[in-house]
């Protein structure tokens, strides 16, 4: 493939050129830009993408604005969406939404938090199984904004997925100007894919930075070393004291 074939590339003309500063953003009533939903950037960004590229299938890790533009922007066309989320109070929100506005053809899944085993590392994702796979079948737009900052592990939705990922799919991925999260998981990818994946990053014109990925194989090149996974383990394991502690902390105030 040429260069100049690139999707990414292609998809850098609308950054460059500040062609998704045009979109018209869809008005919601219940959500608000920035905090727990996307940037408008984003938004903009996302509603340009999916009506200047034809996607079939697209998987999004975090529902919110994002599934109302997705629903908004495909709602006549021949394209399946799954929207994961872990939290079904949010996800509900953005299906009542739509359901008022008559967009509910949306494939939502409430799925779980669970530590998952990957590539030798633990990570807090959605447990993602083979039949939601069969059931997703080639993905060829992911779009990664969960699970939230917090678990830490976005990092798992290339290696969760990339069996299922059609080749030249592209993976967008919001905050990207997290340096000690979002930057870590990319070099992490560049890592394990090596030239098999391509990466942009775009840390100015976003205000939370997007990177933009094109998988071509989900052919792995190189492993994590005995000290990433040594800091892997020691994260994990902190994370889980965090957890319990939290949990006796409110057990302990309910009873005072
Ligand atoms: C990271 S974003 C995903 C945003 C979505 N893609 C959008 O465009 O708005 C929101 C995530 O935060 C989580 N979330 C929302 N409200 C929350 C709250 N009060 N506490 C913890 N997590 C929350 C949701 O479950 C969701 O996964």
């Known amino acids: 493939m040429k260069d100049s074939d690139l999707k990414i590339n292609k998809i850098e003309d609308l950054i460059k050129k500040d062609l998704y500063k ?19 950037d984003f938004a903009k960004f996302l509603g340009t993408l999916i ?33 994961i989320d872990h939290f079904q109070g949010y996800q509900n929100k953005v299906c009542e939404e739509l359901e008022r506005c008559n967009f509910n053809y949306i494939n939502f899944r409430t799925i779980k ?23 997703i079948g080639k993905i060829d737009l992911l779009i990664i904004d969960g699970p939230p900052y ?7 939705a290339l290696y969760a997925f990339d069996d299922i990922l ?14 000690n999260q979002e930057r870590v998981y990319i070099k992490n990818w560049q890592k394990i894919y090596g030239e098999n994946i391509f990466v942009k990053i775009y840390e100015k014109q976003f205000k ?21 996974k040594l800091k892997n383990y020691f994260f994990t394991i902190s994370y889980i004291f965090k957890y319990l502690g939290s949990l006796f902390k409110i057990k302990f105030l309910r009873k005072i």
């Not at 079939?56 to 629903?71: D, H, M, Q, R, Y």
């Not at 938090?113 to 059931?135: A, M, Q, S, V």
């Open 51 to 83: 009506k200047k590229f034809k996607f079939e299938n697209i998987v999004e890790l975090g529902s919110g604005v994002s599934t109302l533009i997705l629903a908004k922007e495909l709602k006549n066309k021949k394209v399946k969406i799954f929207s």
């Open 22 to 40: 045009k979109y018209n953003v869809f008005k919601s009533k219940s959500f608000k830009f920035g905090g727990w939903s996307v940037e408008k």
């Open 166 to 179: 059609s080749e030249n799919a592209i993976i967008i991925l919001d905050d990207a100007n997290r340096m």
């Open 113 to 135: 938090i669970r530590i998952t085993y990957l590539l030798g590392k633990f990570f807090f994702f959605y447990n993602i199984n083979k039949f939601l796979k069969r059931e």
């Open 150 to 156: 917090y678990y830490r592990s976005r990092e798992a």
């Open 208 to 228: 939370k930075g997007l990177a933009v990925v094109q998988f071509r194989k989900s052919k792995k090149h190189g492993t994590f070393s005995s000290i990433d």
